[in-house]
């Protein structure tokens, strides 16, 4: 199985992206565990994010148990937790950086960048340009010393065919 996590900052289109190249690849998909976990809380502390990180953990695990796909994109992945600690937080707890290392599985990775319009979500906190964009070069810090990515931008069917071609191109199709 090979795995392709979806990562960038908010409102850059992970989800629905995510969805749709699973569609796209008769993939299989997990969603993003941070949402399920938050939705109904007010606020969350730097302690809340290791649960976070196993529960997107075991959700990956359970759906490659599930349906043993060929492929299984993720929206997002830990590093989006681990980037969010460091943003928010200014600093990784080393418990987190931990589990991250342990679970670098993934075998490519779609960076979205931010240039999609904001979406007020009650979950997001970061509605500014140069927030996200912060957000972004993180993200690109990280990525750069593991190699294997791609930066997808554009807007609508552009940006998915850009996201096709990028995993085309890592697929060798």
């Known amino acids: 199985m090979k795995k392709i996590a979806v990562v960038g900052p908010e ?3 992970k ?4 969805k749709t190249l ?3 690849f008769r993939a299989a998909f997990t969603t993003e565990f941070a949402r399920e976990y938050l939705q109904y809380k007010e ?13 997107q953990i075991e ?21 989006s937790i681990v980037v969010w600690s460091k943003i928010k937080y200014k600093q990784v707890e080393s418990s987190l950086y931990n589990l991250y290392e342990s679970n670098k599985n993934y075998d490519f990775t ?16 970061s509605p500014d340009l140069s927030s996200r964009l912060q957000i972004f070069e993180t993200f690109e810090n990280f990525l750069k010393k593991e190699g294997n990515y791609a930066i997808i931008k554009g807007k609508g069917e552009i940006r998915i065919k850009n996201a096709e071609e990028a995993i085309q191109s890592y697929l060798n199709l």
């Open 110 to 125: 779609l960076l979205l960048y931010p240039d999609l319009d904001y979406v007020n979500d009650p979950l997001r906190e």
């Open 43 to 55: 606020s969350y502390t730097q302690k809340e994010l290791i649960p976070i990180a196993e529960g």
């Open 59 to 79: 959700a990956e695990s359970r759906i490659a148990k599930a349906k043993n796909p060929q492929l299984l994109f993720c929206d997002t992945n830990i590093l």
């Open 22 to 24: 699973a569609k796209k």
């Open 11 to 13: 409102s850059s289109g």
């Open 15 to 18: 989800s629905f992206l995510t």
